[in-house]
């Protein structure tokens, strides 16, 4: 047992010796490819030191063997003594018995002299027969003898021939489980450097997934930032081209308003001056009030049509559409209808957005939303642009109601429920229904936060 305590030592001593030179994984591998690589070594491990245990048993049963034939050996051994022992006494016993016929001086052999010393014929057989019987014991116990000794030395040549053997195998066993030893430290060390790698790998590939979502979100946040900037330049332009479209159509009409007073003044003159002139006269005096009339309606109707792009307003609403409205929805909702039914036959005023100056489309939702807390941007298009989109079957009181004639949103008004809105257009602060010439200029319908 010392001797296998030695061997283990030496075995330990080349393990720490090697672990260094086993060689470890690639770095171009994933952390999935070091794990299924570690895996394996690892099975290999197991069945190393399932095999090594096994070794151990046979260890044990070789020594065990061995023991025994120790035992055996010495048992051996033992008996080799003795039966020389043996042996010599018998020599021993055969030289004294020779001595004592050489101290007598007789030159006969034990036979005559037990002839001659015989008194009769039965003596002499008699003497006869011990001696040969004592001769023949003699000679037996030798032959005996001789014959155990040469057993036992055989037995004892095979025990030595077999104790050889199983050392033999004994240091066979050994050199095996050195070997295993050894792949074990090297396996053990390799998965303990794998180990490491995995971590340090899952670590670099979880930085990496880091950053490529990092970068993801940035590019997507760029992205909606983008988005964004143009939807408001896109809004801004719409508005500046409806103000400017507004701010044309209110100059127009107010050019109109001033060429209707015109003619207004002229056909006055003319009716003056035709009391003082001859009846021939009179007749080309009543054509031209009749066109002087005729240039006076037309100028009305292009004064409906010349504010904030609404060129016609559908079916006519009567006084009693005009009343403060009663409508279903939320608190703020009914505040803002509220608010913007305090203004009802307020005039429009193209860039109103307060009471004391009047109110255009985009002002008067705006200002009504302020007052009630929710803030929404100035314009109709910009108010769109900001606005969730619903449904017309999901739109609520209080939502917004946007129109297109055809170049961006250019108008809205607050919805009501029932087909009405109500909206600052040419006519001033009124309540008109959706129905009929509204409903072809519909672009859709919006919802602020805070509102439903």
């Not at 171009?28 to 070794?55: C, G, P, V, Y």
């Not at 979880?206 to 939807?231: F, N, T």
């Amino acid at each position: 047992m010392m001797k296998k305590t030695r061997t283990m030592a030496v075995v330990l001593t080349a393990v720490l010796a090697t672990i260094s030179l086993y060689p470890v994984a690639s770095d171009a591998k994933t952390s999935t490819q070091l794990t299924a690589d570690k895996k394996e070594i690892d099975a290999q491990i197991k069945a190393l030191e399932q095999e090594m245990t096994t070794m151990t048993q046979q260890f044990d049963t070789y020594v065990a063997q061995y023991d025994a034939l120790q035992e055996e050996l010495l048992d051996s051994e033992a008996d080799i003594a003795v039966t020389k022992e043996e042996l010599s006494d018998r020599q021993q016993i055969i030289a004294k018995r020779m001595k004592a016929y050489q101290a007598q001086d007789s030159t006969f052999s034990p036979y005559v002299e037990a002839f001659l010393g015989a008194d009769s014929f039965t003596d002499l057989v008699t003497r006869t027969l011990s001696v040969k019987k004592i001769i023949d014991a003699d000679e037996a116990m030798r032959i005996e003898q001789h014959a155990q000794s040469s057993t036992f030395k055989k037995q004892h040549t095979a025990l030595v021939k077999k104790e050889k053997e199983l050392e033999q195998q004994f240091q066979m066993m050994q050199q095996q489980y050195e070997e295993m030893t050894v792949k074990r430290a090297e396996n053990k060390a390799a998965s303990l450097a794998l180990k490491e790698k995995i971590a340090t790998k899952k670590e670099k590939e979880k930085l990496v997934r880091k950053q490529k979502k990092a970068a993801k979100q940035a590019a997507k946040l760029k992205q909606m930032q983008q988005q964004q900037q143009e939807a408001i330049e896109k809004a801004q332009a719409e508005a500046a081209a409806q103000a400017a479209q507004e701010k044309a159509q209110a100059e127009a009409a107010t050019a109109v308003q001033q060429q209707a007073r015109t003619v207004t003044t002229d056909n006055t003159d003319v009716a003056t001056a035709t009391d003082t002139t001859e009846t021939a006269d009179a007749t080309k005096t009543t054509d031209t009030k009749a066109a002087a009339d005729t240039t006076i309606n037309t100028a009305t109707v292009s004064t409906e049509g010349g504010n904030a792009g609404n060129t016609n307003f559908g079916a006519k609403t009567t006084d009693a559409d005009q009343q403060t409205p009663t409508v279903e929805g939320s608190a703020t909702a009914k505040g803002i209808i509220a608010e913007a039914s305090k203004y009802m036959g307020t005039a429009y005023v193209w860039g109103g957005n307060k009471p004391s100056t009047g109110f255009d489309c985009s002002g008067l939702t705006s200002w009504s939303f302020k007052e009630n807390g929710v803030t929404i941007p100035r314009t109709a298009a910009q108010q769109y642009a900001a606005s969730t989109k619903i449904s017309a079957s999901e739109a609520k009181a209080g939502d917004l109601v946007f129109f297109s004639y055809g170049k961006g949103v250019a108008h809205v008004g607050i919805y009501l429920g029932d087909g009405r809105m109500l909206n600052s257009q040419n006519r001033g602060v009124t309540i008109d229904k959706l129905a009929g010439h509204w409903s072809q200029y519909i672009v859709g319908y919006g919802r602020f936060a805070g509102v439903n």
